[in-house]
């Protein structure tokens, strides 16, 4: 069905405030829109139209549409592309009270030191640093990291055939090391400017990497294969006055922001994980 032949319920009262002001009986505005007198008191009762009536009504009152029919007001989509995701910095550096990021693993610690860093100019510490990265328990962050030291030069069947085979046990504890030591990293880098810094690994497949600022700037992509995230396109949203898929979306980052929290745990040095997983594997 098109537009046109859609149903809307107008604004009745608004209808006739702006036909009184411009002196007109209900007659007067059906002859000047070139719709029935019925149509009219229908529209001034906001029972449901045609929109292409009512559309001819906002004509003649010489207003735009969504005036006298709010439930069709249009938004312009909020979400923007960046080209990498060097933007988030300047979002970091502005940052009121909170940063969070989910990543595979981030490497990118010195660079969010230095946007912490520019941002304790004009602030104080910030309240809340979250990171999560990917558990050395499961194989993705191992795997994602496979991915990032395949050779460039190859073409994409030899890429995938290296990265053919399961990930081995040396990978894995390579990769365990690897996040242990990120995570001494970030924590340097990141403590002289944030009052807590939390540093967590979670045990689900990376699905989205994500940097949330004070709960209100959202910027989002996904992994892409054979290339690492901050040179690549993501998006960035903003919450606020937006329309209703903008707000799903917010709704849905949030949301795969609280899982990936609810199946996380902070960093742990393999012999804490070690007797971690024995005293799991008594319990169960």
Request: net charge positive; with cysteine; glycine share 6%.
């Amino acid at each position: 069905m098109g537009m046109t032949n859609a149903y809307e319920k107008p604004n009745g009262s608004e209808i006739r405030k702006l036909r009184k002001i411009k002196g007109w009986s209900p007659e007067y505005l059906a002859r000047a829109a070139d719709v029935s007198a019925s149509t009219v008191k229908r529209a001034e009762r906001s029972q449901s139209l045609q929109v292409r009536n009512l559309a001819k009504i906002a004509r003649a009152l010489e207003v735009s549409l969504e005036v006298i029919a709010p439930g069709l007001r249009t938004f312009e989509s909020s979400i923007r592309v960046f080209h990498d995701w060097g933007h988030a910095d300047r979002f970091i550096a502005r940052a009121e009270h909170s940063v969070l990021i989910i990543d595979s693993y981030l490497g990118e610690y010195g660079r969010l030191g230095s946007a912490l860093r520019a941002r304790s100019r004009n602030h104080p510490l910030i309240a809340n640093l979250e990171i999560f990265m990917a558990s050395p328990e499961m194989d993705f962050g191992a795997q994602r990291r496979r991915e990032a030291q395949t050779k460039p030069k190859l073409n994409a069947e030899k890429r995938a055939f290296e990265l053919w085979d399961q990930v081995s046990d040396s990978a894995r504890d390579s990769y365990e090391e690897f996040l242990h030591s990120l995570a001494e990293s970030i924590i340097a880098a990141a403590i002289p400017y944030a009052e807590r810094v939390v540093v967590c690994e979670y045990r689900c497949m990376p699905v989205l990497r994500i940097i949330a600022i004070d709960d209100l700037h959202f910027i989002f992509g996904w992994f892409p294969l054979f290339l690492q995230n901050p040179g690549h396109t993501c998006f960035y949203i903003r919450d606020g006055d937006l329309g209703v898929p903008e707000k799903s979306l917010i709704g849905e980052l949030r949301m795969q922001i609280d899982n990936v929290r609810s199946v996380s745990e902070s960093v742990l040095k393999k012999e804490d994980r070690q007797r971690l997983n024995r005293t799991r594997a008594i319990a169960g």
